[in-house]
């Protein structure tokens, strides 16, 4: 059976630590995201988040990074950041116009990310997944949701999420609720639990264990003992691809987690 793409990456390219650790001593701020894109095959986008890129920025990037790699961008605060989730047409509208585009083919999914605040309303939350179109420019988007209120730890959040083509994010995170539900044709997760002191940021037994989770997902599988929102539905078996990021703890060494993943894979 055919398997879709697996790709492990980190979460931005700008980071001191890694200067020494994950960069050569002597290479140029400037070439860390030209040094980082031949490394890994894709990066997360965190400051896409906090503000807007112009288009040149886009292009640049694009250029910067080899055929192949994927950008995942973090859309912008202002769409998700609301107490009515269904009045961000206009925020959401504004981003995705603020060059997306640019990227072309290297343009990857899009994660919304939800405050910890945020309390899953069904209603609002499906006007929310309305707005979001298929594609932009002609290029195809996915869409990635990213909750972190235990409210969404309910049937009915995967059932809206599938209804739309929208992927739950697995957060393998030490406060957040964790669901793999897949809910999408493609699957998003993000590792949070590494240590520094760990050379690849999880042990060894443990990226075995993550390696073997995205291979079943790129087939089209479900890992039966990563926790689910609904377990009483199976995803459709058919192959995916699969984007996993070391994020947030253990940062230090996640470009080597993220190495190491590959290597497994």
Same mark, same amino acid.
């Given at each position: ?54 288009? @040149?920025?886009?292009?640049? %990037? ?9 950008? @995942? ?20 509208? $504004? ?16 994660? %919304?990310?939800?405050?910890?605040? $945020? ?43 599938? $209804? ?102």
């Amino acid at each position: 059976m055919t398997k879709g793409t697996i790709r492990a990456g980190i979460g931005g390219w700008t980071f001191a630590p890694w200067e020494g650790t994950f960069y050569p001593d002597d290479l140029p701020k400037k070439r860390q995201l030209e040094y980082a894109s031949r490394q890994l095959p894709t990066i997360e986008v965190n400051g896409t988040y906090y503000g807007s890129q112009k288009p @040149a920025v886009y292009a640049k %990037w694009a250029s910067e990074a080899p055929d192949g790699f994927i950008f @995942a961008l973090k859309g912008n605060r202002f769409v998700t950041n609301r107490k009515i989730l269904s009045e961000a047409s206009e925020s959401l509208s $504004k981003f995705l116009n603020s060059g997306i585009a640019e990227l072309g083919g290297k343009l990857g999914p899009l994660v %919304w990310q939800f405050a910890p605040t $945020k309390k899953f309303e069904p209603d609002d939350f499906e006007g929310f997944l309305q707005l979001l179109p298929a594609t932009q420019d002609g290029i195809a988007l996915r869409h990635v949701l990213e909750v972190r209120h235990d409210t969404f730890l309910t049937p009915e959040f995967p059932a809206l999420a599938r $209804k739309y083509g929208a992927a739950i994010c697995y957060a393998h995170h030490f406060t957040y609720p964790e669901m793999a539900d897949v809910t999408a044709d493609f699957v998003y997760a993000r590792l949070q639990r590494g240590e520094d002191d760990i050379p690849t940021a999880y042990p060894p037994a443990e990226l075995d264990r993550w390696a073997a989770c995205a291979s079943l997902w790129a087939e089209g599988g479900q890992p039966e003992d990563l926790p689910l929102a609904d377990p009483a539905f199976t995803a459709q078996k058919t192959p995916r691809d699969v984007f996993v990021y070391f994020i947030h703890e253990g940062k230090i060494r996640a470009p080597q987690a993220a190495q190491a993943l590959m290597k497994r894979v």
